[in-house]
């Protein structure tokens, strides 16, 4: 029907080991299994770009922090409207070490995009949300996904939102500091980038535009806010204001999942959000 197609989301972990070259692939049928397609998803350990998240190191691995682990997507569009399908993760060992998938999810998002990412600079997956990436970090030539979501921002997380500290914690565009505590049900994204690999990983910032964002009675009190998935919490970014389009510190993050618009909830009946006035 010409919208957004299903999306496929996971997470990988990977360390390698010498030059072993382990494989991930994901596969779809829709026969029972009876036979496959080729793969949607294809990464090995020493391809551009790797299965690897962290750096080779000897012993037996397990995923010890947040950064370990990269997030995935693969579009699924080839099977938008089936009613019956089966996905396959193929893993082939090479003799390296091993490899975790985690948060498996298939999500139909209100907008979808992607943009090559090819040299620093710019990138635009989709109206309303620019990435701009600096000239150090993890390997260029991959595709940035942005997948943009409306309506209630789930979570699982027993802390929404890390506590930012009023004295040393980022700063919203008017430079007060505060820890938000609602994002902006209009617009979420969830995003990832393909060869976000061995650290270190590619930096950037992000800006978002939120002239037409509704419920904003003081954009100079909102921030950017990130989180790793939705079992984390959403963390306050610095974030400064021009022409209605609030932006991240230049160079400031690295890695990818979820990024929103967040503030405080004005005293209302209202469940939009509402930038403070306090």
């Given at each position: 029907g010409g919208g957004p197609p299903p999306l496929l989301h996971?997470?990988?972990?990977?360390?390698?080991f010498s030059t072993a070259d382990d494989t991930l692939q994901v596969v779809v049928s829709t026969n029972g299994g009876a036979t496959w397609s080729g793969p949607l998803y294809d990464k090995r350990t020493l391809g551009t770009p790797s299965l690897a998240t962290v750096a080779a190191a000897p012993g037996e691995y397990s995923p010890a922090a947040t950064a370990d682990w990269r997030h995935e997507t693969v579009s699924l569009n080839t099977y938008a409207g089936l009613s019956n399908i089966s996905i396959a993760f193929l893993a082939r060992s090479g003799f390296g070490d091993n490899c975790f998938i985690d948060n498996v999810s298939i999500v139909t998002p209100t907008d979808y995009g992607t943009s090559p990412v090819n040299t620093p600079g710019g990138a635009v997956p989709m109206s309303g949300i620019t990435f701009d990436f600096t000239g150090s970090g993890?390997?260029?030539?991959?595709?940035?996904?942005?997948?943009?979501?409306?309506?209630?921002?789930?979570?699982?997380?027993a802390v929404p939102f890390a506590p930012n500290d009023p004295t040393t914690g980022a700063t919203a565009p008017d430079g007060s500091r505060?820890?938000?505590?609602?994002v902006s049900g209009d617009r979420w994204w969830t995003v990832t980038y393909s060869h976000d690999a061995i650290p270190p990983r590619n930096t950037?910032?992000?800006?978002?535009?939120?002239?037409?964002?509704?419920?904003?009675?003081?954009?100079?009190?909102?921030?950017?806010v990130k989180r790793a998935d939705q079992s984390a919490s959403w963390v306050a970014l610095t974030?400064?204001?021009?022409?209605?389009?609030?932006?991240?510190?230049?160079?400031?993050?690295?890695?990818?999942s979820d990024f929103g618009v967040a503030s405080t909830v004005a005293r209302s009946r209202s469940k939009r959000l509402c930038a403070r006035c306090a």
């Open positions: 996971f997470f990988v972990a990977h360390q390698p993890g390997p260029f030539g991959g595709t940035l996904h942005s997948a943009r979501f409306s309506g209630a921002v789930p979570t699982t997380a505060f820890t938000p505590n609602v950037y910032s992000v800006s978002i535009d939120v002239q037409t964002l509704p419920g904003v009675t003081n954009a100079s009190k909102l921030y950017i974030t400064s204001i021009s022409v209605g389009v609030l932006s991240t510190t230049a160079g400031g993050l690295s890695g990818f």
